[in-house]
């Protein structure tokens, strides 16, 4: 892949604006996790110390474009960037019709980007105006590199100059490795509540990889599938033959897929529900499975390590309840722990490695869900289309998906 890099670009006295992707969870008025600002860090120090004038552009949950909706401003965000930065970082609302005169080093972050209509559709005057804010454009949001929209796509079309942040590169030389040639054996964990969701990365890594295991729902419908009984578990009864086919493919191609032989589960989801071990075998009509059981534990991480490349991506129940949390924590522990080259993404995958201070061990941990996953899938994203087509400087001329006004 050819694209510049920040280390590409002079920076001093430049107006620079950074696509971050501080999508951070918020409950009550709380950020649950600081996980993504924290690893934007050092690409926002980079520009502000190499004397740039730094702006940086994010979006927060899913508003109804076009509308301010106070629940998704990014003002927690600058409280905690001006913490981490020492430094004040204001929160402009009404960047795009005057634009903020700034001094070299500053750092100023924009209001939700989805705020602004036209945000989602790409639309092209959108993209301009942001462009026009900047000298230099830094795409750094992995978890968005999948999005054709104005502030991924769009801009970099129009920009004067434009390169990839260190935090996108570092993300896609780790997925690349894992892509193009990991080491064997290699194992994939995909957890989440729907298969559907994941069919097209399913049906790709089923190819790819020696190991497979499903966690969470769809460790449910792969349950189905296998001629077991999960009560009233989340699962999907439509893609059961999907889930078997699968089955079947991985045994015509010498693949494992590991299930669990145990199983935490419970008659309802909640924090207070009392939480029983059972074999497979002997799910009950009103358990709802809610986690895996310690024997299960024991074999997933024997082959954890036994693999050389490990790729983690969703849970392997809902660890948000200490009662249903072992395994995710377990199977996380055994991650980190392994010799082999792990790389972890999605974000309840990023909540759980917080909640459980499993960063350390981990080989690469993504920002990106979607993206991670398309990545995976495809090798590719739009994002590194355009950053190639600008660095060739005849991106202007191809195929952009932009929408007209």
Same mark, same amino acid.
């Given at each position: 892949?050819?694209?510049? =890099?920040?280390?590409?670009?002079?920076?001093?006295?430049?107006? *620079?604006?950074?696509?971050?992707?501080?999508?951070?969870?918020?409950?009550?008025?709380?950020?649950? %996790?600081?996980?993504?600002?924290? @690893?934007?860090?050092? =690409?926002?120090?980079?520009?502000?110390?190499?004397g740039?004038? !730094?702006?940086?552009?994010?979006?927060?949950?899913?508003?109804?474009?076009?509308?301010?909706?106070?629940?998704?401003?990014?003002?927690?965000?600058?409280?905690?960037?001006?913490?981490?930065?020492?430094?004040? !970082?204001?929160?402009?609302?009404?960047?795009?019709?005057?634009?903020?005169?700034?001094?070299?080093?500053? !750092? +100023?972050?924009?209001?939700?980007?989805?705020?602004?209509?036209?945000?989602?559709?790409?639309?092209?005057?959108l /993209?301009?105006?942001?462009?026009?804010?900047?000298? $230099?454009?830094v795409?750094?949001?992995?978890?968005?590199?999948?999005?054709?929209?104005?502030?991924?796509?769009?801009?970099?079309?129009?920009?004067?100059?434009?390169?990839?942040?260190?935090?996108?590169?570092?993300?896609?030389?780790?997925?690349? &490795?894992?892509?193009?040639?990991?080491? &064997?054996?290699?194992?994939a964990i $995909?957890?989440?509540?729907?298969?559907?969701?994941?069919?097209?990365?399913?049906?790709?890594?089923?190819? &790819?990889?020696?190991?497979?295991?499903?966690?969470?729902?769809?460790?449910?419908?792969?349950? !189905?599938?296998?001629?077991?009984? +999960?009560?009233?578990?989340?699962?999907?009864?439509g893609? *059961?033959?999907?889930? /078997?086919?699968?089955?079947?493919?991985?045994?015509?191609?010498?693949?494992?897929?590991?299930?669990?032989?145990d199983?935490?589960?419970?008659?309802?989801?909640?924090?207070d529900?009392?939480?029983?071990?059972?074999? +497979? /075998?002997?799910?009950?009509?009103?358990? @709802?499975?809610?986690?895996?059981?310690?024997?299960?534990?024991?074999?997933?991480?024997?082959?954890?390590?036994?693999?050389?490349?490990?790729?983690?991506?969703?849970?392997?129940?809902?660890?948000?309840?200490?009662?249903?949390?072992?395994?995710?924590?377990?199977?996380?522990?055994?991650?980190?722990?392994?010799?082999?080259? %792990? +790389?972890?993404?999605?974000?309840?995958?990023?909540?759980?490695?917080?909640?459980?201070?499993?960063?350390?061990?981990?080989?690469?941990?993504s920002?990106?869900?979607?993206?991670?996953?398309?990545?995976?899938?495809?090798?590719?994203?739009?994002?590194?289309?355009?950053?190639?087509?600008?660095?060739?400087?005849?991106?202007?001329?191809?195929?952009h998906?932009?929408?007209?006004?």
């Open positions: 892949m050819k694209y510049k =890099t920040l280390d590409d670009v002079e920076l001093q006295g430049k107006r *620079v604006l950074i696509r971050l992707d501080m999508n951070v969870p918020v409950k009550e008025g709380r950020v649950m %996790s600081t996980a993504r600002i924290d @690893m934007s860090l050092p =690409t926002i120090r980079k520009a502000s110390e190499a740039a004038k !730094v702006m940086l552009i994010s979006h927060l949950g899913r508003p109804a474009e076009g509308q301010y909706a106070k629940r998704y401003s990014l003002n927690l965000v600058a409280g905690i960037l001006s913490d981490a930065l020492g430094q004040h !970082v204001p929160l402009i609302d009404d960047y795009l019709s005057e634009h903020p005169r700034l001094e070299n080093g500053q !750092v +100023v972050l924009f209001e939700n980007i989805r705020f602004n209509r036209g945000e989602l559709e790409n639309m092209e005057s /993209s301009r105006q942001y462009a026009s804010l900047c000298d $230099v454009f795409m750094d949001a992995f978890g968005a590199a999948h999005r054709v929209h104005a502030s991924t796509y769009g801009v970099g079309l129009f920009a004067n100059e434009v390169c990839a942040g260190p935090l996108l590169v570092a993300e896609i030389e780790a997925l690349s &490795r894992v892509f193009e040639d990991p080491k &064997r054996p290699m194992l $995909v957890g989440g509540s729907k298969v559907s969701t994941k069919m097209m990365l399913l049906d790709s890594l089923m190819k &790819r990889v020696d190991t497979f295991i499903p966690g969470g729902g769809i460790a449910n419908t792969f349950l !189905v599938a296998s001629g077991h009984d +999960v009560g009233h578990s989340i699962h999907e009864a893609l *059961v033959e999907f889930s /078997s086919s699968l089955i079947q493919s991985a045994r015509n191609l010498g693949k494992n897929i590991l299930l669990p032989d199983v935490v589960v419970a008659d309802r989801l909640a924090a529900a009392a939480a029983a071990v059972k074999p +497979v /075998s002997e799910i009950k009509p009103g358990d @709802m499975v809610l986690d895996i059981g310690p024997m299960s534990c024991k074999k997933y991480r024997n082959a954890i390590n036994a693999s050389q490349t490990i790729v983690w991506n969703g849970p392997l129940g809902v660890f948000e309840y200490a009662a249903f949390s072992q395994g995710t924590r377990d199977i996380g522990q055994a991650i980190r722990d392994a010799g082999g080259y %792990s +790389v972890a993404g999605g974000g309840e995958t990023l909540a759980a490695i917080e909640q459980n201070d499993l960063a350390d061990g981990i080989s690469c941990i920002t990106g869900g979607g993206a991670f996953l398309e990545f995976l899938e495809n090798g590719s994203l739009p994002v590194l289309t355009m950053l190639e087509q600008s660095a060739r400087r005849s991106g202007l001329n191809r195929d998906r932009i929408l007209r006004d």
